[in-house]
């Protein structure tokens, strides 16, 4: 099974609809991220959470709200869609930074949003 | 000025040529790099994982960093049509990306030619 699922991974909504992404680990990681991604102008930064009561904001945050439900489980919610954020996002999760070892960010398998 | 620039391609190479991809930033900050490949419709893998200046060496693959010129490279050698995916390069102050996360370059897509 794999390690960082996503789910859906694929969804069409229209412009005003809620939406929610899940991201589900299991690698025992405490840090979590969500990106999107889009042509021409790679990955970027939505938010990120080191722990179940820490949540910030990355890059690109507007539209967009998140909740880290356990350490397992982080969600990503558009409470409003609008087609600009029609777009692959993706989950990421790292270990905590500690002596030894790399603590850097696996990825998921993304979900296609599209919204009309 | 972009923090990351990086060749989007396509860059097309015959089967067993060496392949050099490449990424510039403007961060000094930067301290921690890495490249990524990213096969259509996945999620990016990683693949190699540097601190600060110097080389690394995994199998066919080895990245360089050059922080005085803001440079950073990816080389293959004996390329395979099963390399043929987009290379992303990201970097980050902090280990693991910390508070800023990963900063990423656009990727260069990579065609191998059989």
């Known amino acids: 099974d794999a390690d960082v699922t996503q789910t859906p991974r694929n969804r069409i909504t229209k412009t005003g609809k809620r939406i929610m992404l899940e991201c589900s680990q299991t690698k025992g990681h405490d840090r979590m991220y969500w990106y999107r991604q889009d042509p021409g102008l790679g990955l970027r930064l939505i938010y990120y959470s080191f722990d179940v009561k820490d949540i910030n904001k990355g890059e690109i945050s507007d539209g967009y709200s998140v909740s880290r439900q356990a350490q397992a489980k982080f969600s990503l919610s558009l409470e409003s869609a609008i087609p600009n954020q029609t777009a692959l996002y993706f989950c990421?999760?790292?270990?905590?930074?500690?002596?030894?070892?790399?603590?850097?960010?696996?990825f998921g398998p993304g979900t296609r949003l599209t919204v009309l | 000025q972009k923090e990351v620039e990086q060749d989007p391609g396509p860059l097309s190479v015959p089967e067993g040529a060496i392949v050099s991809l490449n990424c510039t930033y403007s961060?000094?900050?930067?301290?921690?790099f890495m490249w990524y490949r990213q096969y259509s419709r996945k999620g990016p893998e990683l693949l190699m994982y540097?601190?600060?200046?110097g080389n690394k060496e995994d199998g066919r693959f080895t990245a360089q960093v050059d922080k005085s010129s803001k440079y950073i490279s990816l080389f293959i050698r004996d390329s395979q049509p099963s390399d043929s995916a987009t290379y992303l390069c990201a970097m980050s102050r902090y280990s693991g990306g910390g508070a800023d996360g990963l900063t990423f370059g656009k990727g260069t897509h990579l065609i191998i030619q059989p």
């Open positions: 540097t601190y600060s200046s």
């Open positions: 990421a999760t790292s270990d905590s930074p500690g002596q030894g070892g790399t603590d850097t960010q696996y």
């Open positions: 961060n000094s900050a930067f301290q921690y």
